[in-house]
C-alpha cells in the first residue's frame, strides 16, 4: 500500500511486519522515531507477540538482543552515533557468536565536537566487526532492506546492520509501498536458530577459544560474508520477483557502460549523483555511477565489473581515515587490483555538510579533465583552515579548535548550506 | 519539479507543515519529498523545512537552495537571516504577517519580483482565532495552495485530516478554508 | 522395611543430607538425583568458594525450577575455569555474552522466555564482584528497576581474581591487592570507599534481596529457593573466600567464611521490597582478628608493629553492621 510517510515510520513499519520477537533499545538521534514507532505498535497491540524492552544503555540494548537472540527469539534493536560506540564490544560479541541480530543505524556523526547530523563515521567504526552492511539509498530501500535482512541474518547465523542517513532519510516524508503481512510472512519464515538457549537440549555458548582454534572460527566468519556474497543478490531477486521492485542486492550501476568517469556512493547521495550524471549527459559527457549497497561483504568482484572499463573513478564518501584518505576508497581500490585507472577519493558531507548539485558538477568536470587532488575535502572552507592555523602557530594555550572556527564563522543560524 | 523552502522558528510547525504539503501532494498522486533543517534541538531557534513536488521520482537529497516558493513563518526572522537567498525571480513569497511588504521594509526587495507572486497573510491571526493555538503552519499551507495552485484545497484539507485528531482537524480545516479564500480574493494583501 | 538407630548428634549440625529431615527439607546436594549442573572437571583452584558457592546455588535453582533454568554467566573466574574450550562443565543451556553485561543479556533471555510462552523457564544472571559491582553496574541496574524477571547471584570474593587480583568497588578496606599495595603510609586498599550492593539492590525496591555464605550452604540454598518462588528481580549476594587472592589456606575456605559471619563483618539478612524482613543472628561473636589473621592480605595490619588503628577501624565496621542489621539477639 503506497503511503506518504517519515521514513522511520516506514522503517518502523518495515520491521513489524518482519514479526520481531524482542525490540529494545535506547533512544539517540536520529533513530528514535524508528524506535518510539515500535513501541507505540506494541502498546497498542498492533505489533503483537513482540516484547518491548526500554534499556538503560546503547550497551544494555545489545546485550538484551544477545540474550534474546541467543533463547531463539526474532530480535531488533537500533542505534546510530556515539550510541553504537557505547556498544561496540556488545557489538563484536554478537557476531561472534552468531546471533541474527538486525540493527538500524541512523547514521551520524561522531564526536568530539559533537555532531547530530549526517555522515557514515558511525556504522564505518564497526565495518570489521563482522556484521553484514547494507546501505539504503531511499526511504523505500530502507524498508525493503530490513525485511531482506532478516532473512539473510537467520540464513546465515550472521547479525546485519542496515544503514540509513540519519535526517536526510529518517526524517524526510518520501512516498514507500508499505508490503501487506501476506508478502512478507511468504518471503520471511519464522527464526530456525542455529544455537539456542533450551533446557531440553542445554549448550554452553561462549566458551573462551585460544590460539589452538581461534583463527579457524574467525576464518569461518570470513567464510560466512562471502557466503553473502551469493546470498546477498540471490534474496535481492527474489524479493523483485515477489514484491515487483529492485532493492537490494550488492551494488546498482546508473549509465556506467559506456562511461569514462564513474562515480561510487554509498546511500542516498547516490540521489542527487544520479541528476548531476543525467545533467551532464544531456551535454554530452561520458558519466555514470555506482551505489554500493552491501559494504560489508565488500563486493569486490561486481565492483570491478563495473568500473574496470572507465578512465577514472571518484569515490565520493562520508567518512574517511583520519591520516590516510578515504574508507570506501580503499575497498574501491583493492577491487581494481591489476587494473590502471585514475582514482580520485572525495570526502563530502562530513557532519551533514549538504552535497549539491553544483558542487557535485563542477567537482565532476574537474575529475573528468583529471584536474583533482588525489583526496579532496569537498567544498573545504580553506580560509577558515588556514585562519585557524595561523592563529595556532602564533601561541600555546588557544582554547578549543570547534569553539574558535565556529566564532570565526558567525552565526550559522542564518545560513542555508 | 517545484521547490518550496519555509522558514520559522522551533515550535511553530515548520516542519509538519513541509510534511502535510508533501501529503496533499501525495494525494494528488504526484511524488513529494520533505525534510527538515534543524540547528539545536530547541523551542525559538531558526528552522527549516524544504518540500519538492514533481511528477516523477524525487531523487535529489541537497536542501532547497532555488526555491520556486518561500514561506516564511516568523516575519521576525526577516532582517537577521538571508531568508531569500536562492529565491527565483518567478518565485512566490509568502510571509505571515498582518502587515503588507510595504510596512514588513520589503519593497526594494519586492521590486526585484512579480507582484503578483508576494503575499502576506495573518496567519498566526487565523490559527488562533480557529484553532485557539498561535501555531500559523496550516493556514499558510492554504495560503500557498492558493497562490501557487501546486495543490487544490481539498488535498489540503485531506492531508490536514490525516494529521490531527478529528476536532482539532476540523478546527484547522476551518482555518485553512479561511486563509484559502482571503488569499484567493482580488484585492489580496500583497506587494 | 529396614529399620536405621537414630543418632541425634546428627540433628543438630550443619552438614548437609540430614535423612531425618523430609524430602524437601534435605539439602539439595544431599541428593542423589541432584542435577550436577556445575559439574565435576572445572578447573577451579583447590578450595575455591566460588566454585562451592555456584554448585549450591545452582541446583537449587534447578530443583526449584524443575530442571528449567538458563544461565548467563559474565566473564571471570566462574566463566573461565568453567568453560575450558572446547570442555564445559554446565549440564544447563549456559550463555557467556561480556564482562558487563550479564544482566541486560539475562533480561533479553527472560524477554524471549516471555514472548514464547516459556515463562516456566527460569533466568539466572551470574558473576563475581567485578562484573557486578563495577562494570556490570548499569546493567544490573536496568535490570532491577525494569523488574524483569530474573535472579542475579553475584559471588562476591571481593577483587578481580581472574586477572591477578585487583581492587574492585567490593574490597575490603585495608585489604591488599595488586592494585592497593601494602605500603605506604596507608597501605591496601583505601577506608571509605567501596560499594554496598545489596543495600543498593534494596533501594530499587525489587521483590527479594539476599546475602548468603559458603559458610552456611543450608541457607544458601534455602535462599535461592526462596528466591526462585518469587518472579521479578532478584538478588543475592553471595560472600565466597578466594585462597589464591585472599592468600588463606585451602582447607581453611569455608572456617574464613564463617568468622566474616561470625565477626560481623558479612552481614547475613533477607530483604522484599526495600525493607529487611530476615537477619541471621550471630550464635558466638568473634573479634575480627580472627577473621583477618587467617589472610594474607591482611598480614600487613598484624606485622610488628600490629596496626591497631586500622584493625579498630574494621572492628568499628563490624560493629556497625551488628548494629545495623540486628545481629546479635
Known sequence: ?417 | MFQIRIHGRGGQGVVSGAEMMSVAAFIEGRHAQAFPSFGSERMGAPVMAFCRIDDKEIRLREPVLEPDALIIQDPTLLHQVDLFKGLRSTGYVLINSARGFDELGLNEFALGFRPSHLFTIAATELALKHVGRPVPNVPLLAGFAAITRQVALDSVLAAIREKFPAPIAEKNVAAAKEAFALATRPEISHA | MEMQQIKFYQTATFTVGNRLLGEHERSVQANMRRTNSLNSGHRACQGCGEALGARYAIDAAMRASNSQLAAVNATGCLEVFSTPYPETSWQIPWIHSLFGNAAAVASGVAAAMRVKGREDVRVIAQGGDGGTTDIGFGCLSGMFERNDDVLYICYDNEAYMNTGVQRSSATPPAARTATTAAVGPAPGNVFGTGKNVPLIAMAHNIPYVATASVANLRDLEFKVTRAMGVRGARYIHIHVPCPLGWGSAPEDTIKVARLAVESGLFPLFEAEHGEIVNSTKIRRKVPVDGYLELQKRFAHLFSKPRDSARIALIQAMADHNIKRFGLLP
Open chain 1, 1 to 417: 500500500m503506497l503511503k506518504q510517510t517519515e521514513g522511520s515510520h516506514a522503517v518502523a513499519e518495515g520491521i513489524a511486519l518482519c514479526r520481531p520477537e524482542v525490540i529494545c533499545a535506547y533512544p539517540i538521534t536520529p533513530q528514535t522515531h524508528i524506535v518510539e514507532g515500535l513501541g507505540e505498535m506494541v502498546k497498542t497491540g498492533e505489533l503483537a507477540n513482540c516484547e518491548f524492552v526500554n534499556v538503560e544503555s546503547e550497551f544494555a540494548a545489545m546485550s538484551v538482543a544477545i540474550g534474546a537472540s541467543a533463547a531463539g527469539a526474532r530480535t531488533y534493536t537500533a542505534t546510530a552515533s556515539q550510541g553504537l560506540l557505547f556498544m561496540a564490544e556488545a557489538v563484536y560479541n554478537a557476531s561472534g557468536l552468531g546471533l541474527p541480530i538486525v540493527m538500524t543505524i541512523g547514521n551520524r556523526a561522531i564526536g568530539a565536537p559533537i555532531n547530530i547530523w549526517n555522515d557514515h563515521s558511525d556504522s564505518m567504526s564497526m565495518r570489521d566487526a563482522g556484521w553484514i552492511q547494507l546501505y539504503a539509498e531511499t526511504n523505500q530501500e530502507a524498508l525493503d532492506l530490513h525485511i531482506q535482512a532478516f532473512r539473510l541474518a537467520e540464513e546465515l547465523s550472521c547479525p546485519v546492520m542496515v544503514c540509513v542517513d540519519g535526517f536526510i532519510l529518517t526524517h524526510a516524508y518520501d512516498r514507500v509501498d508499505v508490503p501487506s503481512q501476506e508478502e512478507v510472512d511468504r518471503y520471511l519464515p519464522p527464526f530456525q536458530p542455529r544455537q539456542v538457549l533450551d533446557p531440553s537440549h542445554p549448550v554452553s555458548i561462549g566458551a573462551m577459544v585460544g590460539p589452538e582454534a581461534f583463527t579457524e572460527v574467525r576464518y569461518l566468519a570470513h567464510h560466512k560474508q562471502l557466503r553473502a556474497l551469493a546470498l546477498i543478490p540471490q534474496l535481492s531477486e527474489q524479493f523483485r520477483t515477489q514484491f515487483g521492485r529492485a532493492s537490494g542486492g550488492l551494488l546498482r550501476t546508473y549509465r556506467t557502460e559506456d562511461a569514462d568517469t564513474i562515480v561510487v556512493a554509498l546511500g542516498s547521495v547516490n540521489g542527487t549523483i544520479q541528476d548531476v550524471v543525467d545533467e551532464m549527459r544531456t551535454e554530452g559527457n561520458f558519466i555514470g555511477s555506482v551505489s554500493i549497497c552491501s559494504f560489508r561483504p565488500f563486493p569486490l568482484v561486481a565492483l570491478r565489473e563495473a568500473i574496470k572499463h572507465a578512465k577514472r573513478v571518484v569515490v565520493l564518501e562520508k567518512s574517511f581515515a583520519v591520516g590516510l584518505g578515504g574508507i570506501l576508497s580503499d575497498g574501491v581500490r583493492n577491487s581494481l587490483s591489476g587494473v590502471v585507472l585514475n582514482g580520485y577519493t572525495v570526502i563530502a558531507g562530513l557532519g551533514g555538510r549538504a552535497i549539491t548539485r553544483t558542487s557535485l558538477r563542477q567537482l565532476f568536470e574537474d575529475a573528468a579533465r583529471d584536474e583533482l587532488e588525489q583526496v579532496t575535502f569537498l567544498d573545504l572552507n580553506a580560509d577558515l583552515v588556514a585562519h585557524e592555523l595561523a592563529r595556532e602557530a602564533q601561541a600555546r594555550t588557544t582554547g578549543p579548535t570547534a569553539e574558535a572556527l565556529l566564532r570565526r564563522l558567525g552565526i550559522v543560524a542564518s545560513q542555508i548550506t
